[in-house]
């Protein structure tokens, strides 16, 4: 909930005590308006996986590849010069994402994971899942929003 306007305010001064009185009109929280868009369920290992992250207003964006107990950021990367968007991320070419099983496993359960923010949020590479969730919490919630795509790689028969 944002604070529009105030409306009115009062202040009461009784003998060891003030009192403050203020009545505001709100607005209703939204969600920030970022999303993942055009992304299949399915990837093959070792072939581009399409989708698109896009925005709405502008937002700083952080893309985060997410399997087993590993997290990796891959948006925005060395030599990004801003990483606020508005409309389509659109990487360079030559820099796509590769649906990649690590291990000899016949498929992988891997997650793309958005962070939309409102406010830029710092980011280390050497960082761990839970000091990276731990910085996107300190974002208030009405200024950051976070979207996941669940999808499997399989191999090629």
Same mark, same amino acid.
């Given at each position: 909930?944002?604070?529009?306007?105030?409306?009115?305010?009062?202040?009461?001064?009784?003998?060891?005590?003030?009192?403050?009185?203020?009545?505001?009109?709100?607005?209703?929280s939204?969600? &920030?308006?970022?999303?993942?868009?055009?992304?299949?369920?399915?990837?093959?290992?070792?072939?581009?996986?399409?989708?698109?992250?896009?925005?709405?207003?502008?937002?700083?964006?952080? &893309?985060?590849?997410?399997?087993?107990?590993?997290?990796?950021?891959?948006?925005?990367?060395?030599?990004?010069?801003?990483?606020?968007?508005?409309?389509? &991320?659109?990487?360079?070419?030559?820099?796509?994402?590769?649906a990649?099983?690590?291990?000899?496993?016949?498929?992988?359960?891997?997650? &793309?994971?958005?962070?939309?923010?409102?406010?830029?949020?710092?980011?280390?590479?050497?960082?761990?899942?839970?000091?990276?969730?731990?910085?996107?919490?300190?974002?208030?919630?009405?200024?950051?929003?976070?979207?996941?795509?669940n999808?499997?790689?399989?191999?090629?028969?």
């Amino acid at each position: 909930v944002y604070k529009r306007q105030v409306i009115s305010q009062k202040v009461k001064q009784k003998k060891d005590v003030c009192v403050v009185e203020v009545k505001v009109e709100l607005d209703p929280s939204r969600p &920030l308006a970022g999303d993942i868009e055009n992304a299949s369920n399915f990837a093959v290992n070792g072939q581009q996986y399409k989708f698109d992250v896009i925005t709405r207003e502008p937002l700083y964006v952080y &893309l985060f590849s997410v399997y087993g107990d590993k997290m990796h950021i891959m948006y925005p990367y060395d030599g990004i010069k801003s990483n606020l968007i508005d409309g389509k &991320l659109v990487l360079p070419n030559g820099i796509w994402w590769n649906a990649d099983i690590i291990n000899d496993a016949p498929e992988s359960k891997d997650t &793309l994971m958005v962070v939309f923010s409102k406010v830029k949020i710092t980011f280390r590479s050497s960082m761990t899942r839970d000091e990276i969730y731990r910085q996107i919490s300190s974002v208030p919630i009405n200024a950051r929003r976070v979207v996941y795509h669940n999808f499997v790689i399989k191999r090629r028969i």
